[in-house]
Every structure is written in C-alpha cells, then in structure tokens.
C-alpha cells in the first residue's frame, strides 16, 4: 500500500494550492481518508476527512470555509484544495487512510492504518 501526497509548495498569504494523494495497492470499501498536518514544533493535526462511500466530509474549524476535501475514486486520489492561505497554515501535510473509520472519529491518528511521506507547504511573503 502506498500513498502518494503531492502539491506542496510557497505561497503568499491568500493565495492558493491543491494537494493530491495518490494511492495504490489498496482496494477501497469502508474506508476514511484524511489529511493531517504538522508545523515545527507542533504536533500533528487533524485538518479534513472524507468517507470513501457517501463522500461525507468533516473539517477542522480554523480551516472550514477555505478549505475543501474531495475524492475522485477513479484515480483513487483525495484531494486538499486550499483557498485564502495564512501563513499558520504552514506545514507538512500528511494524507492517511483507514478502513471502518466512521466520520465522527476521523480526527482521530489512530484510526488510520496507511500514511503518506508528507508534501510541505509554505506560506510567506
């Protein structure tokens, strides 16, 4: 099983990224998928997640509104689009996945099975 997360990038204040996740090697049913990301220093945190049956989402508070998870099944790929980014938005975002994961325990680390390397985001003018 590997995911591939990619789309990270600099960025000025209110700008924009999409990160991917690409994964393979893993056949999808009952299954969560979400981001999490971590700043120097900081701990690793929930940001957004998605069912993979119903497409249901949840998000972060300091992130809703500006951010938007999707999935596309065919490409087996979640994506993270990222509008009005502020610069303690900066970190490393992780994907990850996890099967029976109901959507109320996604900001839960632990339920989660398979990470991703990581793709680094920076915020800064």
């Known amino acids: 099983v590997q995911l591939q997360a990619s789309g990270g990038g600099l960025v000025q204040p209110g700008g924009s990224l999409r990160l991917s996740c690409a994964a393979s090697g893993l056949t999808f049913s009952n299954h969560a998928l979400g981001w999490f990301r971590q700043a120097p220093g900081k701990e690793r945190e929930f940001v957004a997640a998605?069912?993979?049956?119903?497409?249901?989402?949840i998000y972060e508070d300091s992130v809703k509104g500006r951010f938007t998870i999707s999935l596309d099944k065919a490409k087996k790929t979640v994506y993270l689009q990222m509008n009005s980014l502020k610069p303690e938005d900066t970190a490393a975002y992780y994907c990850a996945t996890g099967r029976g994961i109901i959507l109320s325990e996604t900001r839960n680390r632990a339920g989660y099975t398979y990470w991703g390397q990581g793709t680094l985001v920076t915020v800064s003018s």
């Open positions: 998605i069912r993979w049956s119903g497409g249901s989402t």
